[in-house]
């Protein structure tokens, strides 16, 4: 068992192989939050303080009782309205216009398996793999309950959570804030890490202390965003990559979302994760109940690596799904940067004929296929093949392809439409829009009302008669502007400010009606690349465009970032052509290669264009991927340097499991002349174990390894070794003897 009660003692337990997690059923039934942490037995509510502060209002029903104070304990799922001023997790407003309740613990119900979030995504695992934790909150005077749901996996470390708000009374109320967790954390000098960015540049590590203050990061773009990511990790400050504690936190949501992390006046650290509060307003009638997404939540007392491995695990074999979660992906070429909306069927099967020449498996049709589709200007909405341009049906230009031994695969954005298109000129109610207000656009486009049923049935219906058509092995799905104009006149006044939450809601739907009518479909996620790269997306999709910056170099930086939270196998990254379009950068096309296969691997250039030289290594490049495509995806992932610390050098590795074979992968950032002695120190090899290199026949110490490192490799030529120069790569394959 995973979840014990200990009804002596008033606590709930949630054991992993490592971990624990306990709350406790306080005085006057708070909830009261114990301890989170390495592995402990017994209550350890001990470390809560029982005193009488200054300006810490005490319940009512505590009496005289002044070390009683809901603003000083440690809360399970802190409200507002109980005399907690600190950020909370839950707020209401009542018919009268009050707003405020008083969250106290009823039962708690111990299940087996892992519960599932209907029309949401989340965990999922074998009922032998999970317990559910269900406890039951209530303010009977203000009508509402809250059911707190926890999925324990032992085997992973991890623990998710979900809250449920049923309306219980017999008035009307609406929800404010209904936030999915939070984490109190009496102890310790927290930091917190965050992963920050813009379009082109995602998820950038920043790490801050956190101070007596309120540190708020999120998203009110509609979608996860390019700005910010819905994971987070608190930290302490002597924690690296391979030691020290750490806690990591991951929504499970492709909408806007918020984070608040706070230290409050007496340093209990709290973490609260959610749904964004601004722009939410979701009314309850009597006997209606709201269900709020998942967070995931992990603690590694063995550095960061660790705790990058847990959710790595968690996702790919958790929350992704399919035929595609555990298959290889196929190498795909895909033609937007070679062609962008600038071809006809000729030009596409010309960049497919040499793709299979070279041993590309997959050839997909970005943007500009569909409609008056010639710019970004118009067409969307109208999910019609543009015969005259392709010169053909789709469906004959797919069996084209098909016959050069290639998949199919095609590009869609269907949340979309241009004011320039016949959809907007039938339907432009069907647009997000403010009444007698002229709409902002972004990249000269609206957004379909995907809170509606209806809409989203009639955009399905209209691709997938093309899709039914020319049965793609892979659909790019895309989303390329934030929201804004969020208003619907399918909905009362009161309703408005359910819209994000039944938006993205309606994104799921559609997402997993094309998985129901094409099984074998891989669907990948995109929003300007990386501007929806969340663990919700990913329930849907088993890879993502991590970024629609293909330069080689930023890329390193941008895949460093995410790989904190998410799996290599899960980030869509392509080998692009030179100089790149966004950092006019040139890399030599093995490098270029060696940071794809950090991710799903495949090309987005017209391989006729490129040099004879690079025509022979890209077979050689795909061959290698193949080969090494097991340990690439499935191996234990480290980062061996800190690339927004160091600008010498980026390293990083990909161990087995079982510690058998090893690939490491480098890459110069700079060259200077008669340049120091330089070093990759690896990890996560078998101590004691010897490796050895089958390219070069060296063996080497794996303690060696670890602890000085292994030398910057140098080039071999006539003349001696020379060091290497700027941006060139290197893969080191490492097999145990």
């Given at each position: 068992?995973?979840?014990?009660?200990?009804?002596?003692?008033?606590?709930?337990?949630?054991?992993?192989?490592?971990?624990?997690?306990?709350?406790?059923?306080?005085?006057?039934?708070?909830?009261?939050?114990?301890?989170?942490?390495?592995?402990?037995?017994?209550?350890?509510?001990?470390?809560?303080?029982?005193?009488?502060?200054?300006?810490?209002?005490?319940?009512?029903?505590?009496?005289?009782?002044?070390?009683?104070?809901?603003?000083?304990?440690?809360?399970?799922?802190?409200?507002?309205?109980?005399?907690?001023?600190?950020?909370?997790?839950?707020?209401?407003?009542?018919?009268?216009?009050?707003?405020?309740?008083?969250?106290?613990?009823?039962?708690?119900?111990?299940?087996?398996?892992?519960?599932?979030?209907?029309?949401?995504?989340?965990?999922?695992?074998?009922?032998?793999?999970?317990?559910?934790?269900?406890?039951t909150l209530a303010d009977r005077e203000a009508g509402v309950t809250v059911e707190l749901r926890y999925g324990v996996?032992?085997?992973?470390?991890?623990?998710?959570?979900?809250?449920?708000?049923?309306?219980?009374?017999?008035?009307?109320?609406?929800?404010?804030?209904?936030?999915?967790?939070?984490?109190?954390?009496?102890?310790?000098?927290?930091?917190?890490?965050?992963?920050?960015?813009?379009?082109?540049?995602?998820?950038?590590?920043?790490?801050?202390?956190?101070?007596?203050?309120?540190?708020?990061?999120?998203?009110?773009?509609?979608?996860?965003?390019?700005?910010?990511?819905?994971?987070?990790?608190?930290?302490?400050?002597?924690?690296?990559?391979?030691?020290?504690?750490?806690?990591?936190?991951?929504?499970?949501?492709?909408?806007?979302?918020?984070?608040?992390?706070?230290?409050?006046?007496?340093?209990?650290?709290?973490?609260?994760?959610?749904?964004?509060?601004?722009?939410?307003?979701?009314?309850?009638?009597?006997?209606?109940?709201?269900?709020?997404?998942?967070?995931?939540?992990?603690?590694?007392?063995?550095?960061?690596?660790?705790?990058?491995?847990?959710?790595?695990?968690?996702?790919?074999?958790?929350?992704?799904?399919?035929?595609?979660?555990?298959?290889?992906?196929?190498?795909?070429?895909?033609?937007?940067?070679?062609?962008?909306?600038?071809?006809?069927?000729?030009?596409?099967?010309?960049?497919?004929?040499?793709?299979?020449?070279?041993?590309?498996?997959?050839?997909?049709?970005?943007?500009?296929?569909?409609?008056?589709?010639?710019?970004?200007?118009?067409?969307?909405?109208?999910?019609?093949?543009?015969?005259?341009?392709?010169?053909?049906?789709?469906?004959?230009?797919?069996?084209?392809?098909?016959?050069?031994?290639?998949?199919?695969?095609?590009?869609?954005?269907?949340?979309?439409?241009?004011?320039?298109?016949?959809?907007?000129?039938?339907?432009?109610?069907?647009?997000?829009?403010?009444?007698?207000?002229?709409?902002?656009?972004?990249?000269?486009?609206?957004?379909?009302?995907?809170?509606?049923?209806?809409?989203?049935?009639?955009?399905?219906?209209?691709?997938?008669?093309?899709?039914?058509?020319?049965?793609?092995?892979?659909?790019?799905?895309?989303?390329?502007?934030?929201?804004?104009?969020?208003?619907?006149?399918?909905?009362?006044?009161?309703?408005?400010?359910?819209?994000?939450?039944?938006?993205?809601?309606?994104?799921?739907?559609?997402?997993?009606?094309?998985?129901?009518?094409?099984?074998?479909?891989?669907?990948?996620?995109?929003?300007?690349?990386?501007?929806?790269?969340?663990?919700?997306?990913?329930?849907?999709?088993?890879?993502?465009?991590?970024?629609?910056?293909?330069?080689a170099i930023d890329r390193i930086r941008i895949q460093f970032g995410t790989s904190f939270g998410y799996p290599i196998?899960?980030?869509?990254?392509?080998?692009?052509?030179?100089?790149?379009?966004?950092?006019?950068?040139?890399?030599?096309?093995?490098?270029?290669?060696?940071?794809?296969?950090?991710?799903?691997?495949?090309?987005?250039?017209?391989?006729?264009?490129?040099?004879?030289?690079?025509?022979?290594?890209?077979?050689?490049?795909?061959?290698?991927?193949?080969?090494?495509?097991?340990?690439?995806?499935?191996?234990?992932?480290?980062?061996?340097?800190?690339?927004?610390?160091?600008?010498?050098?980026?390293?990083?590795?990909?161990?087995?499991?079982?510690?058998?074979?090893?690939?490491?992968?480098?890459?110069?950032?700079?060259?200077?002349?008669?340049?120091?002695?330089?070093?990759?120190?690896?990890?996560?090899?078998?101590?004691?174990?010897?490796?050895?290199?089958?390219?070069?026949?060296?063996?080497?110490?794996?303690?060696?390894?670890?602890?000085?490192?292994?030398?910057?490799?140098?080039?071999?030529?006539?003349?001696?070794?020379?060091?290497?120069?700027?941006?060139?790569a290197f893969q080191i394959h490492l097999q145990r003897v």
């Amino acid at each position: 068992m995973a979840i014990y009660y200990d009804k002596e003692q008033c606590t709930i337990t949630l054991d992993t192989q490592h971990t624990t997690y306990q709350m406790k059923i306080g005085p006057g039934g708070l909830l009261l939050h114990t301890y989170y942490g390495p592995t402990a037995e017994g209550d350890q509510s001990y470390l809560i303080p029982y005193r009488d502060r200054g300006f810490s209002g005490n319940p009512y029903d505590a009496g005289n009782q002044r070390a009683i104070s809901a603003d000083t304990f440690p809360l399970e799922y802190p409200c507002e309205g109980n005399g907690d001023f600190r950020a909370s997790a839950f707020s209401l407003r009542r018919c009268n216009g009050a707003v405020g309740c008083d969250l106290r613990y009823q039962e708690h119900r111990i299940l087996p398996g892992k519960y599932s979030l209907p029309g949401l995504p989340a965990v999922y695992a074998q009922e032998e793999e999970a317990q559910t934790l269900v406890v039951t909150l209530a303010d009977r005077e203000a009508g509402v309950t809250v059911e707190l749901r926890y999925g324990v996996l032992p085997g992973l470390d991890l623990i998710t959570r979900a809250a449920r708000i049923l309306n219980s009374g017999d008035a009307p109320l609406t929800l404010q804030n209904a936030a999915s967790a939070a984490v109190d954390q009496l102890a310790g000098d927290w930091e917190l890490i965050h992963f920050s960015g813009r379009h082109a540049g995602e998820r950038t590590p920043c790490r801050t202390e956190i101070g007596q203050r309120e540190i708020l990061i999120g998203s009110r773009r509609g979608t996860s965003s390019h700005q910010q990511s819905p994971f987070v990790i608190l930290a302490q400050p002597d924690t690296t990559e391979l030691s020290g504690p750490c806690i990591g936190m991951s929504f499970v949501y492709s909408g806007s979302f918020a984070c608040n992390v706070s230290r409050d006046q007496f340093g209990t650290t709290r973490a609260v994760m959610g749904i964004q509060p601004e722009h939410f307003d979701y009314p309850l009638q009597p006997g209606e109940a709201f269900q709020a997404p998942e967070v995931l939540l992990a603690y590694s007392a063995d550095g960061l690596a660790h705790l990058s491995q847990i959710f790595h695990k968690t996702i790919a074999r958790h929350i992704c799904r399919g035929p595609w979660r555990d298959r290889r992906r196929p190498v795909l070429l895909n033609n937007w940067e070679a062609t962008g909306m600038d071809f006809d069927g000729e030009k596409i099967l010309s960049i497919a004929r040499k793709a299979a020449d070279l041993g590309v498996e997959m050839m997909v049709l970005d943007d500009g296929w569909f409609g008056a589709r010639n710019d970004d200007n118009a067409g969307l909405g109208d999910w019609t093949v543009n015969t005259q341009k392709l010169g053909c049906s789709m469906g004959q230009l797919a069996d084209k392809i098909r016959a050069m031994g290639l998949k199919f695969g095609l590009w869609i954005e269907p949340e979309m439409v241009n004011e320039d298109s016949d959809l907007y000129r039938a339907h432009p109610d069907w647009a997000l829009q403010i009444p007698g207000k002229r709409p902002v656009r972004g990249r000269n486009q609206l957004v379909l009302d995907f809170s509606r049923p209806e809409i989203v049935d009639a955009i399905f219906d209209q691709i997938v008669q093309v899709l039914d058509e020319c049965r793609p092995d892979y659909v790019k799905m895309d989303m390329n502007r934030s929201l804004v104009d969020v208003y619907t006149a399918a909905a009362s006044y009161q309703s408005q400010g359910k819209i994000l939450y039944e938006y993205t809601k309606g994104v799921y739907r559609f997402m997993q009606q094309l998985l129901d009518r094409y099984p074998d479909l891989l669907l990948e996620g995109c929003s300007g690349g990386g501007g929806r790269f969340d663990a919700g997306m990913l329930y849907y999709c088993p890879q993502i465009w991590c970024s629609d910056n293909t330069d080689a170099i930023d890329r390193i930086r941008i895949q460093f970032g995410t790989s904190f939270g998410y799996p290599i196998r899960t980030m869509g990254a392509h080998v692009s052509a030179v100089p790149n379009h966004d950092a006019h950068r040139t890399e030599p096309i093995h490098t270029r290669a060696v940071v794809a296969m950090a991710g799903t691997f495949g090309y987005e250039l017209d391989l006729n264009l490129i040099s004879e030289e690079e025509k022979q290594q890209v077979p050689q490049q795909i061959a290698a991927f193949k080969q090494d495509w097991d340990l690439l995806h499935n191996g234990l992932f480290y980062r061996l340097t800190d690339v927004m610390k160091n600008r010498k050098e980026a390293a990083w590795m990909m161990v087995a499991e079982d510690g058998s074979q090893a690939l490491l992968n480098i890459v110069t950032l700079d060259a200077t002349g008669n340049s120091p002695n330089r070093f990759i120190r690896c990890a996560g090899l078998v101590p004691g174990a010897n490796y050895r290199d089958p390219e070069s026949g060296r063996v080497y110490s794996a303690n060696a390894l670890m602890s000085q490192g292994m030398p910057l490799p140098l080039y071999h030529t006539r003349y001696g070794d020379v060091a290497p120069g700027e941006y060139t790569a290197f893969q080191i394959h490492l097999q145990r003897v």
